[in-house]
């Protein structure tokens, strides 16, 4: 029942005094004993118990108005074991089915951004054990990130130096659109991972779907993007937000003829 139910609609409390958790049978229900269930709760959600005590916390603070809540977006934030770098909100597209339509947060953490940060205020915030907490840093934006590629560059380029670490690229796909250029090259040596998210097999259906501001010829592109990543990048997938009445059949098959991975996303689930 609870996988049901979106973690952002999840509130926490105990059947105090009854209903201890299993390793506390027997005894009087307490509030301390949630970090019990938060183990399994985090199991059940694919996320970190520090994930889901946030995000339940947020929740909470929102539900009941408890405190005033920050107004900035988060530059960096992590999830699960990923720091994931905000660097914009805007988009070229309008997928209909966009979280940023609906809601200012991910997993516990406000995204909407005042304004965009700059390349010196992302590597300020970048803690200097990041290595130690992180398998991965994540280029993601609550909107498409390689509208400001020179911020990708930079900062990749200052991770890769100091830390050496995973970077991941979540993107659209409309890199090259944008810049007018194949820009794969350009993150040869600084993005290790790129996942692009294809939701629609055909011109026609992506234009209405994610209503991009290039028009019909941008699937091809992404397309196109795709097999250019391919060429210059370690490792290129494919992802698709499986919405109701779509399958990742097609998806798979499409990742396949390009020769890369595909993943599937569920519906109204971010981050
Ligand atoms: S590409 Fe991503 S950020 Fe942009 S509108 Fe679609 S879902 Fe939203």
Do not use: W
């Not at 408890?66 to 999830?79: H, Q, R, S, T, V």
């Not at 992506?206 to 028009?215: A, L, N, S, V």
Request: aromatic residues 8%; charged residues 25%.
């Amino acid at each position: 029942m609870l996988k049901q139910i979106a973690v952002e609609s999840l509130l926490l409390e105990t059947d105090c005094p009854f209903l201890a958790p299993q390793t506390k049978r027997g005894q009087r229900n307490e509030p301390s004993f949630l970090s019990y269930c938060m183990e399994e709760f985090s199991k059940i959600y694919g996320l970190s118990k520090e994930d889901i005590s946030r995000i339940t916390n947020l929740n909470a603070l929102r539900l009941f108005g408890l405190k005033e809540l920050p107004a900035n977006g988060e530059i960096a934030y992590p999830i699960r074991s990923s720091l994931y770098l905000n660097v914009t909100n805007r988009c070229t597209s309008q997928c209909f089915f966009c979280v940023t339509h609906f809601t200012d947060y991910v997993k516990g953490h406000n995204l909407r951004l005042k304004q965009e940060p700059t390349t010196e205020e992302i590597i300020r915030i970048i803690p200097a054990d990041v290595t130690t907490r992180y398998k991965e840093v994540v280029f993601c934006g609550y909107g498409e990130p390689t509208l400001r590629l020179d911020v990708i560059k930079a900062v990749a380029g200052h991770l890769k130096k100091k830390y050496n670490i995973h970077i991941r690229l979540t993107t659209n796909g409309h890199g090259n659109l944008i810049h007018q250029r194949n820009i794969c090259p350009e993150l040869k040596g600084l993005v290790d991972t790129v996942s692009v998210s294809l939701n629609a097999d055909n011109p026609k259906d992506y234009e209405k779907t994610c209503r991009p501001q290039f028009g019909e010829i941008t699937f091809d592109k992404v397309i196109e993007f795709i097999k250019d990543a391919k060429q210059d990048l370690p490792y290129v997938q494919i992802t698709t937000v499986l919405r109701p009445g779509v399958s990742g059949e097609k998806y798979e098959g499409i990742a396949r003829e390009l020769g890369i991975d595909f993943r599937a996303r569920i519906y109204n689930e971010v981050g």
